[in-house]
């Protein structure tokens, strides 16, 4: 009977890191929540052309600050334009500009960052200098000075958001590469004859991505809060194009009216950058070994 026990528990499948990542994640609730939000926001801006058959730039002078109907369930803006479909084109550009100034940064800060914690020396003091240089700027002031210099516009936009971020994400790659690059495995490597490329390549960005990527869903959630502050200075993209800093400064003349115009995309906001959080908090504890008999 013990053999047998003995037999059937050395047969199961020893799971692979990866599975085992997946599960922790999968059972995590704020992984569930926040992707839950996340997928509702995302479905809801790739097919916002289904979901409202209104125009989002056409003005109707005579629907003007309605309240919330059947015809138009978050109400009217100052224009007569439907804010439902005006939210939904509007995460489009929120998306978009979060999903493509973090991968930028990520592009750019991530590989600088490990690359110089890898070789270290002169190169890692130069980068660091610079990285602390940008950082020293609160983020918001430095994209606006940086805007005012390119002036507005989605590309401009990406563009700046991407130069802010791009310091810290370099940071976390310098931190996480410095941390295993005298590994054992790394001295292996290196012993058996392996290029300073494929060392860093091969051995070390594998095992030093966990908290990189941990840190560029969080910066999402940064990026799509800054783009809308940018949008509500006139700094972002430019109308008629929906935006939902754009909105909720052109809902705030007529607070005293109405909340309805400010406040779909303000909720649209919010729950776009909880569900970032959340995903990212549960990324985090996924990748945290520690975590595992939680």
């Given amino acids: ?45 790739a097919l916002a052309p289904w979901f409202s058959a209104y125009d989002p730039i056409a003005i109707a002078p005579v629907d003007r600050l309605q309240g919330p109907s059947r015809a138009h369930p978050l109400g009217t803006d100052i224009y007569g334009r439907d804010t439902l479909t005006r ?3 509007g ?6 500009v979060g999903g493509l100034s973090v991968g ?6 991530g590989t600088v960052g490990a690359v110089s914690g890898f070789f270290g020396g002169w190169l890692d003091a130069v980068v660091m200098r610079f990285a602390d240089v940008l950082l020293a700027f609160p983020a918001i002031l430095l994209a606006i000075g940086l805007l005012a210099f390119l002036g507005g516009g989605f590309w401009n936009v990406v563009l700046a958001i991407a130069i802010v971020y791009t310091a810290p994400l370099s940071r976390v ?11 054992e495995y790394v001295d292996a490597a290196r012993v058996i004859g392996a290029a300073d490329g494929r060392v860093l390549v091969r051995h070390i960005l594998p095992n030093a991505v966990a908290p990189i990527i941990v840190e ?6 940064l990026a799509i809060l800054a783009e809308a502050a940018l949008s509500f200075l006139g ?32 909720m649209a906001i919010t ?12 990324i985090r504890d996924a990748f945290d070994p520690h975590a595992a008999g939680r």
Avoid at 216 to 221: D, E, S
């Fill in 104 to 109: 930028l940064a990520l592009a750019v800060g």
């Fill in 1 to 45: 009977m013990d053999s047998l026990t003995l037999e059937s528990a050395t047969s199961r499948p020893i799971p692979r890191p990866r599975s085992r990542l997946r599960h922790r994640l999968l059972r995590h609730p704020g992984a569930r929540i926040g992707g839950v939000l996340i997928m509702i926001v995302v479905a809801g801006a």
């Fill in 91 to 96: 995460g489009r550009i929120s998306l978009a």
């Fill in 216 to 221: 560029g869903t969080l910066r999402l959630a």
């Fill in 271 to 282: 729950i776009t950058v909880l569900g970032f959080n959340l995903l990212g908090d549960a």
């Fill in 173 to 183: 790659a310098r931190a996480a590469v410095l941390s295993i690059r005298h590994e």
């Fill in 235 to 266: 700094l972002g993209t430019q109308p008629p194009a929906p935006t939902w800093g754009q909105m909720i400064a052109e809902g705030r003349a007529v607070m005293t009216f109405t909340a309805w115009p400010a406040l779909g995309p303000g």
């Fill in 87 to 89: 939210v939904l084109h």
